[in-house]
């Protein structure tokens, strides 16, 4: 769970606020005037959570070609790449 905490312990507790998001992995949120300002994380997490929602990204987007008939055999999707990747193996031989 993430705790919250005002703008002004960003700038006096820095290190404990980096500490805590870094070894605890806990997300800190940053209030400014009693409301939620922003979101200090760890970068661990931070990657980590980009890279999910990459991944729920490409999901979403197979789903909707699966809802719109946008689809292939998986057999010839795979003889397709490996012809295409012979074909790329033929040409940097020549060269």
């Known amino acids: 769970m ?7 312990d960003l700038r ?12 605890e992995r806990k997300p800190v949120i940053i209030t400014v005037n009693g409301r939620g300002d922003t979101v200090v994380m760890g970068l661990q ?3 980590q959570m980009k890279e999910e929602l990459e991944l729920l990204r490409i ?3 197979a789903e909707n070609d699966v809802e719109h008939g946008r689809v292939a055999p ?3 999707t795979f003889d397709d790449i490996r012809k295409k ?3 790329k193996n033929k040409c940097s031989t020549v060269l």
């Open 74 to 76: 998986m057999q010839g």
């Open 12 to 23: 006096n507790h820095y290190n404990e606020i980096s500490k805590q998001c870094r070894e």
């Open 59 to 61: 999901l979403a987007d």
């Open 45 to 47: 997490d931070y990657y």
């Open 2 to 8: 993430e705790s919250i905490r005002p703008s002004s």
């Open 85 to 87: 990747l012979m074909e």
